[in-house]
């Protein structure tokens, strides 16, 4: 999975050169028309649709015969489980494009996420780090809950001083398997939070402060399938790795990263929510391809 996630980043980061400095609804009209004709492709060459339009026509008809002797239950109940019948055929014959597709749009959902959903922590911001760790790491024991930490640089040695506060590191009674510490940025700057276990060390990275261009920022880096894919641009630990998680966790319990805004007509459309961003990139993308449908000759 990591292979492909770095395939596609390198990919996204292209294309994204493209939208740098721009408003962030440049960057989602676009993917989400790319997006919407793309469905519309796959729907028109991997679907029947000589099918489709037999199907719409056979339960458009049944419906029409519910209308017209709706006096007669023994017509009505007939018609009204045939239709059943052919809108279960008609949407199976839609679903094999949709859930094909549905592994690119996540990946490139992914993409957009971690560049628009989400704004850099600011100097004086309070974020819990959770650091989840394998059920063979005893907690218990006196020096396994990781006390050597240092903070660097990205790329460097340099250990940054006061760039980062750590406080006292608590293990959450209702998770022994993970220790959290409480934690307050300092400087601005892209770091490498340093963690160790015996001889295995990890890092997560956390961005502080407005770098040039839109950075991906990732509230997690894990070994689970499903944050790899929502979380794609930190590797994962490995199979054999002592850790198993490391996320950003604000105070309020929300993501460890801000919201950012989508600003149209100075409202914030992306309801202070990171999926604000995702909802209106489906919605796009959903009109593009009924807008188009025609244009394609496609039948759904």
């Not at 640089?153 to 608590?170: S, W």
């Amino acid at each position: 999975m990591s292979g492909v996630n770095q395939a596609v980043d390198g990919l996204f980061k292209m294309l994204w050169t493209l939208f740098d400095g721009l408003n962030p609804w440049w960057g989602i009209w676009f993917f989400s028309v790319l997006i919407g004709i793309v469905a519309l492709v796959a729907v028109k060459y991997l679907s029947n649709q000589t099918r489709i339009v037999e199907l719409k026509d056979k339960y458009k008809a049944h419906v029409l015969a519910i209308k017209l002797f709706r006096d007669d239950l023994g017509v009505v109940f007939k018609s009204l489980g045939k239709t059943l019948w052919h809108i279960l055929f008609y949407m199976g014959h839609n679903l094999r494009p949709m859930v094909i597709l549905m592994i690119p749009i996540l990946l490139l959902f992914a993409q957009m996420q971690m560049r628009l959903a989400y704004d850099p922590l600011e100097v004086g911001d309070q974020v819990y780090i959770h650091v989840g760790v394998s059920e063979d790491i005893d907690l218990s024991v006196p020096g396994a809950m990781m006390e050597n930490i240092e903070v660097r640089l990205r790329g460097t040695d340099e250990v940054v001083e006061g760039a980062i506060e750590f406080f006292n590191p608590v293990v959450p009674a209702a998770a022994l398997s993970e220790v959290v510490f409480p934690v307050e940025v300092k400087k601005e700057g892209v770091f490498d939070l340093v963690f160790r276990i015996g001889d295995e060390e990890v890092t997560k990275s956390l961005h502080v402060g407005h770098q040039e261009g839109l950075p991906a920022l990732s509230p997690a880096r894990s070994n689970g399938l499903m944050d790899l894919i929502l979380y794609p641009t930190e590797p994962h630990f490995g199979s054999d790795s002592s850790f198993e998680q490391i996320r950003l966790v604000h105070p309020s319990g929300a993501t460890g990263y801000p919201t950012k805004p989508l600003l149209a007509f100075g409202v914030d459309l992306s309801f202070e929510s990171e999926l604000g961003m995702g909802l209106w990139f489906v919605v796009i993308s959903i009109l593009v391809a009924f807008a188009l449908k025609g244009v394609f000759g496609v039948e759904f």
